[in-house]
């Protein structure tokens, strides 16, 4: 048996006791998590400062290294999302449909956890707690799997969460960290059949398109994040303007933030004197189609065709010119990841339309796409942002970590 079947088997056990903890006992749980990392957040601070320090001298961008740091008040952020768990209804029981058959069977249908959720995440140790109460509050033991960049963060994080568990009275393997990041346990937990239930990737696109490609185990893809923000030609454009640097800048290295920009050609130019000032804050980088540049000029550089499907992560806008909406849906439904697109717009049926026709989890009228978020849609902390369209789309709360199983009372029907 290897290190991982062996963790597998641990959390195997953990989820058996987990499932049947009751609210209260997972609630207490989530308490002693909120509080042990409030009270020990020095020790969380120090693992990070280390991590933060290696990424640096190894290179990292720096949209990379802000996804990576924490922060008192980053700290705090997750302690509240941790409570905020804890104030969400529990699923695991609950019956969302139950029936009495002519033949006097009674058949209801239960809420169960889905076991044991297995997390391959890139650096961002915020994920390592958000992941953990979200599958602890379901019922759910996890195998939590960070990358190298944050494996500091993550093993103090995790300490810190498995003696809260046991401090309540919980078996410790509920949280677990795998503890070697090379690829080969990647590549084994993708295939730790009759040990994981479900495998969620949670970073770039080339991390999700392994693990959908590789895993035997069932996957969730999650994150990828081509999102566009389409400017009509009846659209506010100082709204829009404040809108597209929102959804830009406020944090570029998420999935939410967008890529692209799609501008009416009718109203390109005034947009663009609106929008280009704002973005200048942030010296973020243009790459534009022909007809935008030579608005722009030197301010812009011509965009290649593989800027039309880049997710940069980054201070990088793909800026590109459409006649109208329908040449926006079009493009949006060819080249995004199915994740957020927005539309500004003062036109009630244009909006509807573009509702209508953009194939997205999350489709937004006059909004920035950063609000695809699990706290943002109340649902608490997030495991990820589905962007399939089985099981579980858009952000994922409680109810999505969960299954169902038939429960049917009867008193002596035969078939």
Not at 123 to 149: F, H, M, Q, W, Y
Not at 166 to 188: H, K, M, N
Not at 256 to 278: S, Y
Not at 287 to 299: N, T
Request: net charge negative.
């Amino acid at each position: 048996m290897t290190t991982l079947q062996a963790q597998g088997g641990l959390a195997k056990a953990a989820a058996y006791t987990l499932s049947t903890a009751g609210t209260a006992k997972k609630n207490q749980a989530l308490e002693a998590i909120a509080q042990i990392l409030t009270e020990r957040q020095a020790e969380w601070l120090s693992a990070n400062a280390e991590d933060v320090a290696a990424a640096k001298e190894a290179g990292m961008r720096s949209a990379m290294l802000d996804r990576l740091t924490l922060t008192p008040s980053r700290i705090a952020g997750i302690v509240d999302g941790v409570r905020q768990v804890i104030t969400l209804p529990d699923p695991i029981g609950t019956a969302d449909k139950t029936e009495t058959r002519p033949n006097g069977l009674i058949i209801s249908r239960r809420r169960v956890p889905l076991g044991v959720i297995a997390i391959i995440f890139e650096a961002r140790p915020n994920v390592t707690v958000d992941a953990a109460a979200l599958c602890l509050k379901s019922g759910n033991a996890c195998i939590l799997r960070g990358g190298k960049e944050a494996i500091r963060s993550n093993r103090c994080v995790t300490a810190l969460m498995r003696e809260a568990l046991t401090s309540v009275g919980l078996p410790e393997d509920c949280i677990s960290l795998v503890q070697d990041t090379s690829r080969e346990t990647a590549r084994e937990l993708m295939h730790l059949d009759g040990y994981v239930d479900v495998l969620i990737p949670r970073g770039g696109a080339d991390l999700i398109r392994t693990v959908a490609k590789e895993a035997s185990v069932p996957v969730i893809r999650t994150g990828e994040g081509v999102c566009h923000i389409y400017i009509d030609d009846e659209a506010d454009l100082d709204m829009g303007a404040e809108i597209l640097c929102n959804a830009k800048c406020s944090r570029p290295s998420v999935c939410n933030a967008v890529e692209c920009v799609l501008i009416q050609e009718d109203v390109l130019e005034p947009f663009l004197a609106k929008a280009v000032p704002l973005l200048d804050n942030y010296k973020v980088e243009l790459r534009c189609d022909e007809k935008a540049l030579s608005i722009l000029g030197s301010r812009g550089v011509l965009a290649q065709d593989s800027d039309w499907d880049a997710e940069y992560d980054d201070y990088i806008l793909a800026v590109r010119t459409v006649k109208d909406m329908e040449e926006a849906v079009a493009f949006i439904n060819a080249h995004g990841t199915q994740h957020s697109e927005s539309i500004i717009t003062r036109n009630y049926f244009k909006a509807q339309r573009f509702l209508d026709t953009v194939d997205a989890a999350a489709v937004y009228v006059n909004a920035s796409t950063r609000f695809t978020d699990g706290g943002e849609f109340g649902l608490g902390a997030e495991i990820g942002i589905s962007t399939q369209k089985m099981h579980a789309r858009g952000p994922m709360g409680l109810e999505e970590l969960t299954s169902c199983k038939y429960v049917v009372y009867g008193n002596g029907q035969v078939r």
